[in-house]
């Protein structure tokens, strides 16, 4: 009897020991994506993306100008382009038609924005020599910049902010070429920091006779070649500015850089902005 046990177990060890050999090998060979009893499937990696097979064309400002769609009757035509300016990010006129361009030249020229502080941006000016709507005629106004965000062109020259500072200076052109030969602080503010993206914007003159500026908590206004800084009621917005934001029916004077707020009456008109 003990004999015959012996047989029987030795028999079974060894049908088992070549049924898992047999397993091994078929799950040795078994294809990816393919799944094995009592395991999970085996996942197969995901291809790559393929490239783009036609990228996207870089086009000229006449190429680029023949894929507007406009509407009957509407046009479209060409006023200024690279190479003649870089990085424009502001656009504004003065009395005569000319047009001044706030050039960033070195804002984000990689993706960890190096060096954007360096003074090598500009404001430039076109005319139309021909006052035919042209701009046949460029020039650097002011050069050697620090990323140009705020322009007001005057009667005798034209204001400009730089980032990273809260000063404004009238540049002159006394030559009539084009160029300002001349520099005069026109408003002491001393330095900004922060993100340069959070900083003023603006420098509109209004019907009121104020300058109007987005971020600043004040307007200003011109008086005998200098200015007038004025507080305003729920004047910080980011991305616009409150025009004539408090009318004063009381008492309203300056302590210590606020206003002691008696008989206020707001008047929130919004421009290119959001009431807060």
């Not at 006449?62 to 990085?87: C, M, N, Q």
């Not at 005798?156 to 520099?183: P, R, S, W």
């Amino acid at each position: 009897m003990n004999k015959r046990y012996l047989f029987v177990l030795l028999l079974l060890l060894a049908v088992t020991f070549s049924s898992c050999k047999s397993s091994s090998k078929k799950a040795a060979g078994t294809k990816p994506g393919k799944t094995v009893k009592g395991k999970p499937p085996t996942q197969t990696p995901a291809a790559p993306p393929a490239a783009p097979s036609t990228p996207t064309p870089y086009l000229t400002a006449a190429a680029e100008a023949k894929t507007f769609d406009l509407r009957d009757g509407y046009r479209l035509e060409l006023v200024l382009s690279d190479p003649i300016i870089k990085e424009p990010v502001l656009t504004v006129f003065d009395g005569d038609g000319r047009m001044f361009v706030a050039e960033m030249r070195t804002y984000m020229q990689d993706i960890d924005g190096h060096n954007q502080m360096v003074p090598k941006s500009c404001v430039s000016v076109h005319w139309s020599s021909k006052h035919n709507g042209v701009y046949d005629q460029h020039a650097i106004y002011a050069d050697n910049l620090v990323l140009p965000r705020m322009i007001l062109p005057l009667a005798d020259g034209v204001l400009i902010n730089e980032t990273g500072t809260e000063e404004i200076y009238l540049y002159q052109d006394t030559k009539g070429n084009g160029v300002a030969d001349k520099k005069v602080l026109w408003r002491a503010g001393g330095g900004r920091g922060g993100n340069l993206e959070h900083q003023p914007s603006g420098l509109v003159w209004d019907l009121d006779n104020w300058i109007y500026m987005a971020v600043n908590g004040f307007r200003l206004r011109m008086h005998a070649n200098r200015d007038v800084r004025s507080f305003c009621v729920s004047q910080r917005i980011r991305d616009g500015f409150l025009r004539n934001p408090i009318h004063l029916s009381g008492d309203a004077a300056g302590v210590n850089g606020n206003e002691r707020r008696v008989g206020l009456h707001r008047t929130l008109d919004v421009v290119n902005g959001h009431r807060r």
